[in-house]
């Protein structure tokens, strides 16, 4: 296969893993009912003079379905994250006990559940314009390639192939779609 060949599809698989990598972290931030430290992973706080993340200042985990902790490692930064929590507006009423911050999760109505599987489907269609986007920077690149000496016999072996990556892709988006609308919908 040829170098410039190679090089496109490179660039296409680059672009594709991006767009379901990004895909799977906005979903993991997502509460589907149960206690997850994601929830809390775009949280900074306040650390000597400038912000941190709030895993880079705490431990956070979960103790059962329903309870997140958060166990910072210097005890003067628990009313800071406790607060910090608190406007991060995500529904929930941190609990400091001197030790530590618990976070009971309540669970979902089905209405907060069908505005969630709204959003969901939301990221998959624009993953999947992610991917469209790819795709047609792929062929453009393919068309250049047939202008600069590029048999059209090659082209064609490569659009194909582009295609055939494209449906995988589509396909694994959508499943991992249909497990996180699942996820939800379970009570």
């Known amino acids: 296969m040829n170098e410039d060949v190679q090089m496109q599809f490179e660039i296409l698989d680059e672009s594709i893993n991006s767009s379901i990598s990004h895909l799977q972290k906005e979903l993991?931030?997502?509460?589907?009912?149960?206690?997850?430290?994601?929830?809390?992973?775009?949280?900074?706080?306040?650390?000597?003079?400038?912000?941190?993340?709030?895993?880079?200042?705490?431990?956070?985990?979960?103790?059962?379905?329903?309870t997140i902790v958060v166990q910072p490692w210097d005890k003067s930064m628990i009313a800071v994250i406790e607060k910090e929590i608190q406007k991060a507006n995500l529904g929930f009423n941190p609990q400091n006990n001197g030790e530590r911050i618990l976070i009971n999760v309540p669970p979902l109505t089905e209405e907060r559940r069908r505005e969630l599987v709204k959003f969901v489907k939301a990221e998959e269609e624009s993953c999947k314009i992610s991917i469209r986007g790819a795709r047609k920077e792929a062929m453009d690149g393919f068309k250049q390639l047939k202008e600069d000496g590029l048999s059209e016999d090659e082209q064609k072996r490569a659009e194909d192939k582009v295609q055939e990556i494209i449906n995988k892709s589509v396909k694994k988006i959508e499943e991992i779609i249909s497990e996180k609308e699942k996820e939800i919908m379970t009570v």
């Not at 009912?33 to 979960?62: D, F, I, R």
Request: proline share 5%; aromatic share 2%; charged share 15%.
């Open 28 to 66: 993991l931030k997502l509460r589907a009912g149960k206690a997850n430290p994601h929830m809390l992973s775009g949280l900074t706080v306040e650390n000597y003079g400038s912000q941190a993340p709030l895993n880079q200042v705490a431990n956070v985990g979960t103790i059962d379905a329903q």
